[in-house]
């Protein structure tokens, strides 16, 4: 017969058999003595709901509607100004070309000034 050592730890539900490393869960008729759930409610990990329907309306508070409407209208800003921000960023790089167009022909017409007053 093998030996085996009880947990007591755990009110006797669970045993360490010879050569085993994981507690195996006794086989006893008490071994869940905890009082049977109300009919009407069962208790989830995440929440609390009649089992009878299949889920509850999401319906949100007030502040959390108005966060997403205000969470909203931050992203839209945001995006408006990074489109001003790209805009500048190509007017002012337009207005480099212009200025250096207008430089090369300032350049060039002192280069040429020779041929125009001889």
Not at 37 to 43: G, L, R, S, T
Not at 50 to 69: H, M, Q, S, W, Y
Not at 90 to 110: R, T, V
């Amino acid at each position: 017969m093998k030996a085996f050592k009880p947990f007591f730890g755990h009110n006797g539900q669970f045993v360490l058999l010879e050569n085993r490393a994981h507690w195996l869960p006794v086989n006893d008729a008490n071994w869940d003595d905890t009082p049977a759930p109300d009919a009407e409610f069962f208790v989830d990990d995440a929440t609390l709901f009649p089992p009878d329907e299949a889920g509850l309306p999401l319906t949100l508070p007030d502040n959390v509607k108005i966060f997403g409407e205000e969470a909203q209208k931050i992203e839209q800003q945001r995006l408006e100004a990074l489109a001003l921000a790209e805009l500048a960023k190509n007017l002012k790089a337009a207005q480099h070309e212009y200025d250096l167009e207008a430089q090369l022909e300032k350049i060039d017409f002192h280069l040429n000034e020779d041929k125009f007053f001889p």
